[in-house]
């Protein structure tokens, strides 16, 4: 990041307020002849020697060049009257100023011919203040926040993470936090801005992480996020992020599902958090004597039970009715060995399969029958099995730190890839329309009939955590560093 000096600062000035008149005839590749408007008081009288300046709505006052030569400026005529020649193409905002008062006209887009532009009404400037956190409560340091098609930037305070918008024109803006930190969303918040008002924003603009750890398509079209930094919904292009203000125990959330009654149940590093309706209903952590600290997955099994797997062991909610299964109730002695490389512990996955329950942990593969044993399955000794996408009522795969495993009632069989793939350590599997997603420390793989592919995930990092399908059989794909998209063979980045 680039933050320029006082100097800096004056030049932008004198783009905004341009002191001088000049037709703004620049070249480039694409030229179109401009726009044309008047700048007008309220009262219809046209308002002669009013600056002009007109702004790429994609540029960034902060790490832009400050010579853009697509910024142009110059003064109305004694009629109110104002034309930009040979604009290069593309979307502007226009802003006019007289005497303090101000205007705003956003998304303007000039191409081969003259736009004419709806007369410029000045108003008397508003401001609107705010303040930025992350869902764990802390500020952003080391950060400024800027207007994206303007000239106008300002540092967020270190302490407060507050910020001001002063003396601007009455309109509709989006603002854009610019940090040292790779962290967090780069989205944009909105902000309105009244004539001759002083507003402020009476709850904080949460920026939640982009480190995905999980992803749930959920019944009512909305896709549920899991970041080390806050739990988001998606409905569409709206965002509702969660964390600390909402009362969530820990803003690091661990697992997600939707449960039968449509509730979602949220892991954290701390209590096990129950939503329902968007808002949250249950911070879980003690039922009597049972701990569910730091929740590590989470499972519903669609006959109204909820399946909680912690670093201590197993817990299951049958209906109301919460339960603790014990080391000793669940894995029969004669497979014991070594209880620390046997048990429940450290579990990484749940899944259900017609009434059997099938256990991922870190140090093995473990199934639940209708007899409600526990039965280690052979061949997953000291593997850590973090994946587990079933195929039907008697066979699943298996994704582990050791590859992808077929498994059915009497065969585990690694799966062979061609020789140009390699799979390292899988972390995240889901089947979606026909096709199996396997994510890995190295990238995202497809495999549909017997043919296999990459897909390139730049300019995200290739550590896939998380993956869900939706209604629309759109591919949701989380990263260490942000979430993208995956549909007609298309990725698209979330922002």
Not at 83 to 112: P, Q, T
Not at 253 to 269: F, H, K, M, Y
Not at 402 to 414: A, Q
Request: charge should be negative; include cysteine; glycine fraction near 8%.
């Amino acid at each position: 990041m680039k933050i320029r000096g006082l100097a800096v600062i004056c030049i932008r000035l004198l783009l905004l307020h341009g002191c001088s008149e000049f037709s703004g005839g620049l070249t480039g590749t694409e030229t179109g002849n401009g726009s044309a408007g008047t700048v007008a008081f309220k009262d219809g009288r046209p308002v002669a020697g009013a600056n002009v300046t007109l702004v790429p709505s994609d540029y960034d006052a902060v790490n832009s060049t400050v010579n853009d030569i697509r910024i142009v400026s110059l003064v109305t005529d004694k009629a109110g009257r104002y034309r930009f020649r040979d604009v290069i193409h593309g979307y502007y905002n226009l802003f006019c100023e007289k005497d303090g008062y101000k205007s705003f006209i956003d998304s303007i887009y000039i191409a081969d011919s003259v736009i004419h532009i709806d007369t410029s009404f000045l108003q008397i400037p508003g401001s609107v203040n705010g303040f930025l956190m992350y869902p764990s409560g802390t500020k952003p340091v080391n950060s400024m926040l800027v207007v994206p098609g303007s000239l106008f930037y300002t540092r967020l305070d270190p302490e407060t993470g507050a910020f001001i918008l002063p003396d601007f024109a009455p309109g509709r803006y989006s603002a854009r936090v610019i940090s040292s930190s790779a962290d967090y969303f780069q989205k944009n918040y909105p902000l309105h801005v009244f004539e001759n008002r002083s507003d402020s924003s009476e709850a904080p603009f949460i920026m939640p992480g982009n480190s995905i750890t999980s992803i749930i398509a959920s019944s009512d079209s909305s896709v549920w996020v899991g970041t080390t930094n806050g739990l988001i919904n998606i409905r569409g292009s709206e965002w509702k992020v969660y964390g600390i203000r909402e009362r969530l125990s820990n803003s690091h959330i661990t697992c997600l599902c939707e449960n039968r009654d449509q509730s979602i149940w949220a892991g954290t590093l701390f209590k096990l958090a129950g939503l329902e309706n968007g808002k949250l209903t249950q911070n879980v952590d003690f039922i009597s004597s049972l701990s569910m600290i730091n929740v590590q997955a989470l499972h519903s099994s669609g006959n109204g039970q909820l399946w909680i797997g912690t670093a201590e062991g197993l817990y299951c909610n049958d209906n109301g009715n919460w339960q603790a299964l014990y080391y000793s109730e669940m894995v029969p002695d004669v497979l014991i060995e070594n209880s620390n490389q046997n048990d429940l512990s450290d579990i990484a996955v749940i899944r259900h399969q017609n009434e059997k329950i099938l256990i991922g942990t870190h140090h093995g593969l473990f199934i639940r029958g209708t007899d409600k044993i526990w039965n280690a399955i052979p061949g997953f000794r000291n593997m850590s099995v973090t994946g587990i996408d079933i195929i039907d009522s008697t066979s699943f795969y298996a994704g582990t730190n050791r590859g992808l495993f077929k498994c059915s009632l009497d065969s585990i069989k690694k799966v062979e890839l061609p020789a140009n793939l390699q799979l390292s350590r899988i972390l995240s599997l889901m089947s979606c329309d026909k096709r199996l997603f396997i994510g890995t420390a190295n990238g995202l793989f497809v495999k549909e009939d017997t043919t296999w592919s990459e897909i390139s995930l730049v300019p995200l990092n290739s550590y896939v955590t998380a993956l869900a399908c939706d209604r629309e059989m759109v591919v949701w794909i989380g990263t260490t560093s942000g979430l993208c998209r995956y549909y007609n063979n298309k990725v698209e980045i979330v922002r």
